[in-house]
């Protein structure tokens, strides 16, 4: 198979044959989600997170990395974070104009394609990415990669079946029904989950899953000889440009981005006519862009540094500016939880209608700005640590 393969859904598409059997599920894929209990910290960015447990399952070994926060101790999958730094979302933000639902779709940072590559070059495992393209034959190809890579005992990642284009897991097929079983963060959201139905496992089952499903990622074998694991080391100086190149790029796919998005957000803030109108609902909306972008910044830059202390402990002649940096990303999941008190807590019910208060909204833009300041400054310790293994490749 080759590094990395894409085809068009609909080209040399083909009925699959279902055999003997009925049903085809893989047992124990470990669920995905942002509760996970069993001591495990909440993964709350669905592609590395998918990623990592299907890794897991298929048998690549990641230790399991102990952290401590609010005073609980828990556990993080090493791949979950390795795959939010070398992919960029560890670095990333997204703000549309208005208030846009898909300000959290962190892999439009980039060519999501980009994304995926750095993902499976650091996994050392080739792959092969099956994209819809709205024609008729769309759900024979899909169903046929993903049976095929079922069959083959490896569950494969999805993007939609259950709500947005956000990525899941796909662990069973069931021929009867043409439904594909699962795991996937909208599973339980009740806007979205209608049509969801439920395996004693907890697992989703979801019948007419093609024409939700943006695309298919099957996962390969081992690249090269299998003995090589991917090394920080070796990669920190790729990974560190690829890291700026999100912070500082302004604007992709017709978003605000990086410490662009920061401004574009804190500005959106304190227009104040966008809650003129008492509409429960419209405030409860706007309210949710803006917990999505909170929660974003909470959750990758949290995973930020972690990444950065991992690769500081790889390149200890590298560690003092990324160490700092790595400070400045901790600041700002710690402004993160400033802003959630602003409105009494997450679990707040009435948050939406603290949210519109116009003086809560710029106190909290001016944390958002003071994000990022922050996150400027952490940017600019990796520049230092750029150009610091620059001058030491050059000696």
Known sequence: ????????????????????????????????????????????????????ACLRYIGDYYPWVPVREHSMDGRLNYSYIRTMGV????????????????????????????????????????????????????????????????????????????????CCIITGYDYEKDAVIGWSYYQDDPG???????????????????????????????????????SLAQSALSILNWALRVVHTPGVHGLKSG?????????????DSDFAAHDEQLLWQRYAVHDSAVEVVAECRWTASRFLTLMADAVPGLS???????????????????????????????AHSRFADPAVRRRIAGIVSNARDADARAAAMINQAVAAQITRRGQ
């Open 1 to 52: 198979m080759s590094y990395i393969g894409s085809i068009n859904v609909g080209q040399g598409a083909g009925g699959v044959q279902p055999g003997a059997r009925d049903r085809l599920v893989l047992p124990d894929v470990a669920r995905v989600g942002r509760r996970l209990g069993g001591g495990r910290n909440p993964e709350r960015i669905p592609f590395p997170s998918c990623l990592a």
């Open 87 to 166: 992919t960029g979302m560890a670095f990333g933000l997204l703000w549309g104009p208005g208030w846009s639902p898909g300000n959290a779709g962190l892999m439009s940072i980039a060519d999501p394609d980009e994304i995926i590559d750095r993902a499976f070059r650091a996994a050392g495992r080739s792959y092969e990415t099956i994209w819809s393209t709205g024609k008729p034959s769309d759900g024979d190809t899909l169903r046929r990669a993903l049976v095929q890579s079922l069959e083959s005992g490896r569950p494969v990642l999805a993007f939609g079946v259950i709500g947005p284009p956000e």
């Open 259 to 271: 410490l662009a998005a920061y401004a574009a957000w804190a500005e959106q803030l304190v227009h």
């Open 320 to 350: 003092a500016p990324l160490l700092v940096a790595a400070e400045y990303y901790r600041q700002e999941y710690s402004l993160m939880l400033r802003i959630w008190s602003f409105v009494g807590g997450r679990a707040n019910p009435e």
């Open 192 to 230: 979205v989950s209608q049509d969801v139905e439920y395996e004693p496992s907890g697992c989703f089952q979801v019948r007419n899953w093609a024409s939700n499903t943006a695309g298919l990622i099957t996962i390969g074998d081992r690249t090269g000889d299998g003995t090589r694991p991917f």
